[in-house]
T-cell receptor
């Protein structure tokens, strides 16, 4: 099983450019999440989707949009990238009523 | 939101030494999770704790759910180089909630010298 797959692994953007981070899970999980990780800050929740067809804001949603395309896929979009969005982004998923999150291997994003 | 205070922020130890780290919260948690993140990878679940006072082991790792339900501890015995990484504590917003939002500590960076 691949688990949670994120693409791309690395990305460099110029300020103002847009891009979409892709995430797919093959574990038939209901809930999916996008986190960002900055040095010394731990993992902060950007957006989550409790089930197919629903999305909600997390702690740091500004500057991002998400789409739960189907049960497997949850994408994160930066419409106009800013240097403050330089970070490592992680997608995660979990089964319903189970607290354990399964993470992808991350996307290293640099905004110049 | 909830705040998890994890300490220490970093540790530099020699191979073979034991390691202890902890996580505290101002609120009660019903579940504590400990994750490890290897360099360049996503966090991986090490241990899950579900009851106050619970002591659970996973190989050389032992974690405890504090009696007050506001803290948790992770110990690593006889550290080896592959223990290097960032260790995170985490707790859910609501146990069994369909929302499943986890609050994460800021992590303990562990470095092991041969």
């Amino acid at each position: 099983n691949a688990g949670v797959t994120q693409t791309p692994k690395f990305q460099v953007l110029k300020t103002g450019q847009s891009m979409t981070l892709q995430c797919a899970q093959d574990m038939n999980h209901n809930s999916m999440y996008w986190y960002r990780q900055d040095p010394g800050m731990g993992l902060r929740l950007i957006y989550y989707s409790a089930s197919e067809g629903t999305t909600d804001k997390g702690e740091v949603p500004n500057g991002y949009n998400v789409s739960r395309l189907n049960k497997r896929e949850f994408s994160l979009r930066l419409e106009s990238a800013a240097p403050s969005q330089t970070s490592v982004y992680f997608c995660a998923s979990r089964a319903q009523l189970v607290e354990k999150l399964f993470f992808g291997s991350g996307t290293q994003l640099s905004v110049l | 939101g909830q705040q998890l205070n994890q300490s220490p922020q970093s540790m530099f130890i020699q191979e073979g030494e034991d390691v202890s780290m902890n996580c505290t919260s101002s609120s009660i948690f019903n579940t504590w999770l400990w994750y490890k993140q290897d360099p360049g990878e996503g966090p991986v679940l090490l241990i899950a704790l579900y009851k106050a006072g619970e002591l659970t082991s996973n190989g050389r790792l032992t974690a405890q759910f504090g009696i007050t339900r506001k803290d948790s501890f992770l110990n690593i015995s006889a550290s080896i180089p592959s223990d290097v990484g960032i260790y995170f504590c985490a707790g859910p917003q609501d146990r069994g909630s369909t929302l499943g939002r986890l609050y994460f500590g800021r992590g303990t960076q562990l470095t092991v010298w041969p």
